[in-house]
């Protein structure tokens, strides 16, 4: 508990990483709309391990299926039940019970969740796994929002010790959806071969490497959130941080506003083209917890995959003492380059909650 | 909308800062528990303006009324309605609608979400003063959680460029009741000073300052929470983010793991006295979105106060033209020390549910 | 819990009897609307006590207070909070905590629900008087329905044996205003006066008399509701089994349908004017959960009040042995009059959240 | 919206009757219960078509599949989704979206709900087959409840003509679970045979008929429950309303109340065996919205199926004109032993929810 989320917009999210199946039930998606099934698959196919060189070997045959909520194509305006058959399941690498906890992993915590009875088997609904669904179901919400005019970028804004700009200095009208087509999305070009090596320099060590996914919503219009309990932040964070290995989320200049005086950090209110704006967006689009019509810009902390190589220290749950560890199997030394459309995938289904929660307001 | 939260416990806000009243419905507490009244009051006067000179010398008479749930001292397990009349309204300082909106605030988000209707006076809804109510229900929660042996502190981090350490680096068991006493609580003796400097500097400028507030909740079971979409980080973040001046929520290292090896940031886990315990604690007490037993601790970024003496550019909404605004009246220079009694209280209510969803589990 | 509900409209209720004050909190009424404060009090008025020689001669003077979210008799989009102050508490009449508990009241259930904690007082929380708050919040959410076309009525459609004709077979275009104006509202000219005889007939035994009360909501388009979870008839009747006393509800033909063939009961489709419309209305405009756009017509059984004069059995909670009860106090020998202003505002609550739901379809 | 239900039990449904499949996402068993799988299929086998004479002869291969939350035979803790294959669509019987609208069924109002995009294939959302996944998840929890010494039984209490006695009048600690084995399953030996002489007459004259079903819970506590919202009826109404077919239900003497003295109505109170109990039990094991410790008694009323071969007039939605229509296919005459198990889940469903409310209070 609790497995569902969203108030106009509804999810329901089942699996386990080598159970049957994992999937999500969405409800809230209008009757009518044409499902873009070729870009749904280059959402997840984004997603996928086995991309390029910087992530995990592995292949996962997602293929997802419809078993409800669509006739010719189109959404019928019931919800949607999609699943994503587990076919690689490799059950034989996995043992009788979880033992030997795996640091960063929620081995131990899920262990005592669910006292002992959990599907352990490759992380079970911990698994990273688990996000595929996220990203289908993003892709259906996204799709729905760029009718409205709304477009979703991400890029890494860290990786290790390289650092890209922010969307807050760079051109908020420009069409990033280049981005999609990079491996390691970035703004400031060559950056992404420098964030490139420290992926491999990482995971020739056995080891692995975190960083820091900037992403930015425009076409929002003003009014979207609200004071208590539901502001913009609040709605993004509480998906934001449902994602493994997220573990910071900031919005505009972020924790930056910690080191500023107010008179740098407001925004000025100016006219430009009978519309109000800000000049500068330190406040990442978001004011009172109500969007404001610039951009939404924030930021998640993706901590390195814990699954690494190296021999680390740990215990044996069967036992009751320590003992050691290296985790065996193909991971990725970096999880960024997956964990973009994950990302982008929770901002789409939580700005369409919003939107709907302010459609009901425009009787 | 969407003004309540919670699932176990439930929260509904309500009022307006120069409305009649402000208040909170909670509905969740057990009955029977004789409420500390004394210890509720101390909570909400650290929250009030004028408790030093680093804070507005404004005065709010903020005597909590409870209306419902209360009989003979005691909580009777029905939902207790506690609310705080605005005696000290002064709308004379108000005009007639808003019209120059203060950079910063959501004078203009609020003004397109509720479509010019808005209590605009000093903030409407999105005024601070909302948070009294809120610090009112967490000093409930708390109590409650202390019987369980749940304890929670906070300190101010980061106050403009004076950094203190984190509690991740500094001894989880220690009794850390004093820094309730403090107006700018600190681990590192005589930081406070430095900080106090800050904030006289910046408030002599006619400006504000913005800084990070560190909260470390111990004596959490393990097995809170839950990966998808209830975890500890997002029932949190959920709630923080709620906060006014909230920007940023970070778990653990948080950012910091952006720049951190795997084999760094894994936290170890050892056997000690019986117990299972990490070594390091960069996971903030969390692993996939469950508690670990170890201390949860999150830092909040605080933007600085967005009202300032300061001119500034904006525009008139009435006149649909840009103009110029010094924000009048008695402000905060820095909101900090009135927020840390804040987020101590969300975490206090966060931390309240998860407990009561968990104990479903334990039947 | 809960005393929340809604998912479009939120409602948030607390209060008991004879504590400080009750009142609701209403999240999800528009920005803009002016309040017919006449009308919210005559609504009030018609379910107050001591209207006419029917119902109980104590008075309460239930001047509602609006704490917050109204400016200049406008709402100002943001949370309603209501309240409604006990003026005439009179706890002299009440011992020291629950002795004797009243058959067919909640005074033994709930003493078992809160542990012996609850505020006995006059009911408590389960006092129909906590009604009073909910009319006031269906007077709102009937202004807002009837500029949309949507009209109430409700009478009395069964008072002990005496029988009044259905909506079902009236005509549900006519102007059933008048109903409002009755203090036993009846189709059937007279048939109050007979009503009443029996009322004054249960009083005069010391005794106390049941009914049903038929509602009908007409101007509602087709396509309100949902097949599973949220039907019209889900969404009404968890309201409506909300207000103390109501034992039963059905729609349409309800029970009627036992004993019918499916030729009869089916409703037949026909044009009408370009309009698809039904030649009966035994479904009672709902078809698999959602409206048909015929009235929507439904009935709530009333059980006889409980507080009767008359000797009873009952027990000692402090003795733990069997006891002998006479209810004191002035009660209401038949609670349908002041029921109807109820069930009417329920209706309307349940209306407005079902077509907010419905609302953001059509964007 | 909404497709899903429940706040400590979490149920999301999805699936049209001619889509891929059909099933439902349960959250918040708990973990380690061995999933007692032959009962199961034994409570689907109830639900299932062509058991007897007295329904449709229609054929379903109704083998649920657990996607994820099993492991071993034994629940994980984790949400359970449950999918049941469409295998016999014979979708050849439908043509080219819906024109001729059933009477009695949700093909109109379904129409409009959904925007003429709605998978109108054998009642697509609105078809009674969604109750089969209702059904499983009711057998979970009923096996969960049965540990707990909560029983749930259910009988025909109407059909057509034929009235059996009513639980209230029998004994409650009898052993009821014969009434599982039966097709009509009646209190009153032999009435199950004049029963079905009513249902085999309207068949022959192709037409369906109507009943009561009237359910028991025993086992329960006092104090499941709340005044408002969420009182006992409330929750239990809400599900039943949920029911394709279900259009009136109440509690203990229910509708009966209506003819009722106060004198008559009231459950004495007396002490048996150290225990309080009531003489009668008229409220139906629930005073307040709160249970009372005796047996929880309920009656649904069922219309007849709307589906008969006779004809009945309609309208054309493609032409906009008046025509007749004679529904093909194979239908059940009489719904109601079909239903009882459909009941019986809801019932089990409602009061698992309603007990793990109640767990959180007893910490």
Redesign the interface.
């Known amino acids: 508990?609790?497995?569902?989320?969203g108030?106009?917009l509804?999810?329901?999210?089942?699996?386990?990483s080598h159970?049957?199946?994992?999937?999500v039930?969405i409800?809230?998606l209008?009757?009518?709309m044409v499902i873009d099934m070729p870009r749904l698959l280059a959402e997840m196919a984004r997603r996928a391990p086995g991309q390029s060189a910087l992530t995990t070997p592995r292949k996962e045959a997602d293929a997802p299926?419809?078993?409800?909520?669509?006739?010719n194509g189109?959404?019928?305006?019931?919800?949607?039940?999609l699943?994503i058959r587990n076919t690689s399941q490799r059950s034989r690498d996995y043992g009788d019970g979880v033992d030997l906890?795996r640091?960063?992993?929620?081995?131990?915590?899920?262990h005592?969740?669910?006292?002992?009875?959990?599907?352990w088997r490759g992380?079970?609904?911990?698994s990273g796994r688990?996000t595929a669904p996220i990203v289908a179901a993003g892709a259906l919400c996204s799709q729905w929002l760029e009718e409205k005019g709304v477009r979703i970028a991400c890029h890494v804004q860290?990786?290790?010790?390289v650092k890209d700009m922010s969307f807050l200095d760079a051109a908020p009208d420009k069409d990033y959806t280049y981005l999609k087509e990079m491996h390691l999305p970035v703004l400031t070009q060559g950056l992404d071969e420098r964030m490139a090596e420290e992926v491999m320099a990482?995971r020739s060590?056995q080891?692995?490497?975190?960083?820091?996914l900037e992403c930015m919503i425009t076409g929002l219009?003003?009014?979207?959130?609200?004071?208590?309990?539901?502001?913009v932040?609040?709605?993004l964070?509480?998906?934001l941080?449902?994602v493994?290995a997220?573990?910071?989320?900031?919005?505009?200049?972020?924790?930056?506003?910690?080191?500023?005086?107010?008179?740098?950090?407001?925004?000025?209110?100016?006219?430009a083209e009978?519309r109000?704006v800000?000049?500068t967006n330190?406040?990442?689009g978001?004011?009172?917890?109500?969007?404001?019509?610039m951009p939404v810009v924030f930021?998640s902390?993706?901590?390195?995959?814990?699954?690494?190589a190296?021999t680390?220290?740990?215990?044996s749950l069967k036992a009751?003492?320590?003992a050691e560890l290296a985790v065996r199997g193909r991971h990725d030394p970096c999880i960024l380059p997956r964990a973009v459309p994950v990302i982008e995938a929770m901002a789409a289904i939580a700005v369409m909650d919003l939107w709907?929660?302010r459609?009901?307001?425009l009787?």
């Open positions: 508990m609790s497995s569902s989320w108030q106009q509804k999810l329901s999210i089942f699996g386990q159970g049957e199946a994992i999937g039930t409800d809230g209008p009757a009518g299926e419809f078993l409800s909520g669509v006739l189109r959404t019928t305006g019931q919800p949607i039940c699943v906890v640091p960063g992993h929620a081995d131990y915590s899920g005592v969740r669910y006292f002992g009875f959990e599907d992380g079970g609904s911990f688990l860290q990786l290790g010790s990482a060590e080891d692995s490497i975190g960083g820091v219009p003003a009014g979207l959130g609200a004071p208590f309990f539901d502001s932040e609040s709605v964070s509480h998906l941080f449902s493994p997220v573990k910071g989320v900031e919005f505009g200049a972020g924790f930056g506003f910690a080191g500023m005086r107010g008179s740098q950090a407001n925004d000025a209110f100016r006219m009978g109000i800000t000049e330190h406040a990442g978001v004011n009172g917890g109500v969007s404001n019509g930021r902390a993706i901590r390195p995959t814990p699954s690494i190296k680390q220290q740990t215990v009751g003492e320590n709907k929660e459609a009901q307001c009787m």
